[in-house]
């Protein structure tokens, strides 16, 4: 099948039988090699090339039925985005937070501590499991969408009951603004 | 005196079995590997700690880069064409059958409507040129709904109509890219009542 005759026709006059019982046989060492690579190649760029797939849902926006539903200010930390990947969180509402507004940064000495301690926090306030702490996003524009995916990676790890993106308000820009994170 | 004879012939290893295995397993995976075709707009996306896979069928992809260009791709030819078909509906624009068939094979693209005719004409290499692309307009104007609302609806409609499923939508955006052009898609999908999608990521290791 793959041996490839590659005596010719010269054969046929000088009937050297013992000449062309060598040549009826091809080196396929080089041709197998190259299919080895080929498949080789073709493997890892099938599987490796999927991308990962963040899901988040979003708050249902209903413009006609403006529905409020109140909720503790002691369980709500609100987590701003400001510029040059900081970020600056507080805990109850903007006007009268709860201690003062913390200016941090990204990763695991930065929110995330704070996010851990701000979740023990609350749970030994409410006593209950099920009142949790509730987190809210709000990406100024001076934030890039890098910033969002890693404070939704923050959520996926430190896994505080609720979160959610919202939109920034005025106040909040000026404390944003205060900080110069804006 | 016949044993010299065999011991010459066996210094070659006959290859002909090896050698069929590798093409064939060769031409598997060049027949199962999706053909990566060039993204007229390179995106290079944050990294996050989630593994899920992104599905391969019933998706859109939403990409959003270079200065808050929106690009728009949907899965499956079949989809793209009733896509096509009901974009021409909706801004009045008869596409002839070679047309639907060269759209067909366009994985994302990023023109207005407008321009759509004489976008799908161009050659590939024309098309994915970086840069050549200015995007799907993402504003609404004089209170009509955007160019990229309407191919989001047909898109999902397109699915539910070809597959019977819900088309999964997916941002893919640049992570330098500022939060207004994300907002601005977010809200997009917001006003059609998509609170549910995906964010392309690429794989990061977990800090322990």
């Known amino acids: 099948m793959a041996e490839l005759d590659t005596s010719g026709g010269g054969s046929k006059k000088g009937g050297k039988i013992r000449s062309k019982k ?4 091809v080196d396929l060492t080089a041709m197998v090699d190259l299919a080895f690579l080929l498949i080789t190649f073709f493997m ?3 599987t490796l090339a999927k991308p990962q797939a963040m899901d988040i849902a979003m708050p249902d926006k209903d413009e006609k039925n403006q529905e409020t539903l109140d909720v503790a200010d002691n369980r709500t930390m609100t987590i701003l985005l400001g510029s040059n990947n900081k970020l600056e ?36 306030v409410t006593g209950d499991p099920k009142k949790g702490l509730i987190i809210l ?29 919202v939109d920034i308000t005025n106040p909040e820009i000026d404390l944003l603004k205060r900080d110069k994170l804006y | 005196m016949p044993r010299i ?10 290859m002909t079995a090896m050698c069929d295995v590798a093409f064939l397993l060769l031409t598997f995976f060049i027949l199962t590997a999706t053909a990566r075709q060039p993204e007229p707009l390179p995106v290079d996306t944050p990294s996050s700690i989630v593994q899920i896979k992104l599905p391969d069928s019933d998706i859109s992809t939403i990409t959003i880069g270079g200065e808050g260009k929106t690009f728009f791709g ?25 047309e639907k068939k060269r759209f067909s094979l366009i ?12 976008f799908i004409s161009l050659d590939g290499a024309t098309r994915s040129k970086e840069g050549f692309q200015p995007g799907i ?10 160019e990229l609302h309407e191919w989001i609806i047909a898109a999902r409609y397109a699915t539910k109509e070809v597959n019977n499923k819900e088309l999964r939508v997916s941002i893919k955006g640049d992570s330098k890219e500022k939060y207004p052009a994300v907002k601005k898609v977010i809200d997009i999908l917001q006003r059609q009542e998509v609170n549910k999608f995906s964010l392309i990521t690429s794989l990061e290791a977990e800090e322990k």
């Open chain 2, 137 to 146: 307009p993402a504003d609404s104007v004089n209170g009509a709904a955007s």
């Open chain 2, 107 to 118: 994985e994302t693209f990023g023109v207005p409507v407008a321009n759509l005719k004489q």
């Open chain 1, 89 to 124: 969180w507080y805990m109850g509402l903007v006007d009268k937070p709860i201690g003062a507004p913390t200016t941090t940064g990204f990763g695991k000495n930065g929110i995330r501590k704070s996010i851990i301690e701000q979740k023990k926090q609350v749970l030994g």
């Open chain 2, 5 to 14: 004879k065999i011991q010459r012939k066996s210094t070659a290893i006959d």
């Open chain 1, 44 to 46: 890892l760029t099938t």
């Open chain 2, 74 to 98: 949907v899965s499956g030819q079949p989809v793209r064409v009733n896509m096509l078909e009901r974009i021409g509906k909706r801004y009045s624009i008869q596409f002839t059958p070679e």
């Open chain 1, 22 to 25: 060598q040549s009826t046989r």
């Open chain 1, 137 to 165: 996003i709000k990406a100024s524009e001076k934030s890039n969408y890098k910033n969002l995916v890693d404070i939704l990676d923050e959520m996926a790890i430190t896994k505080p009951q609720t979160y959610a993106i």
